[in-house]
């Protein structure tokens, strides 16, 4: 099974650079997308026609603003969209669908560099969802976590980590957050598999970072250690454009 993660920064805006055809050409058998930045009347009609069994999306905010949206190819058992706190609930950022085997979480994580107000609110929401992953882990479920996590965890998933050691998305603080996902059972796929540097899914748009790859990785696959053993691969499309995100994906048998 082949599970894709992409924030598309707008899914309306990606819709226009040949979105529809690369995911034909790419077929995965799930497609998890944030920052979709629509209601479900707003995703154009040949997205939401994809040759999907089902597709959920969920966008409560105001419009033009966060969103996430899951396509898949193998029915959940049921979908979910709450953490169950209403100031975060009503951003759309959670998908979580119920598989037979496994339960997926397609996330897209605060964002804390607008304010003091947002970073407390950021770790608020990690602190809430890793309440819950683990209480799920423990449970023995197995469980995947993908999406735009909104910070590099180590001085190798950036290219300029000194020179952001005081910015949100690099901070001691939010690193330590995936320190502890990692120390409660969680895994980072990609690492599973590669331990180079250089390898980013996050560019800065204005500074033209992607040509020169100054970037950031903050899009990731986590899996509970119950199921690691089915990974089999796990990469980033880092030749796909469109967003100032690149695709990331994994394959799980």
Known sequence: MKLISWNVNGIRAIHKKGFVEWVKEENPDVLCLQETKATEEQIPKDIKSLDYFQFYSSSRARKGYSGVA???????????YDLGVEEFDVEGRVIAAYFKDFILFNVYFPNGKASKERL????????????????????GYGVIICGDVNTAHKEIDLARPKENEKVSGFLPVEREWIDKLIASGFV???????????????????????????GWRIDYFFVSENIKDRVKDAFILSEVYGSDHCPIGIIFE
């Open 188 to 214: 980072d796929t990609f690492r599973m598999f590669n331990k180079e540097g250089g390898n980013y899914t996050w560019w800065d748009y204005k500074s033209r970072a992607r040509e020169r790859n100054v």
């Open 70 to 80: 899951l396509f898949t190819k193998v029915q959940p058992e049921r979908v979910e």
């Open 120 to 139: 407390d609110f950021k770790l608020r929401f990690y602190d809430k969802f890793l309440e819950i992953v683990n209480s799920l882990k423990d449970k």
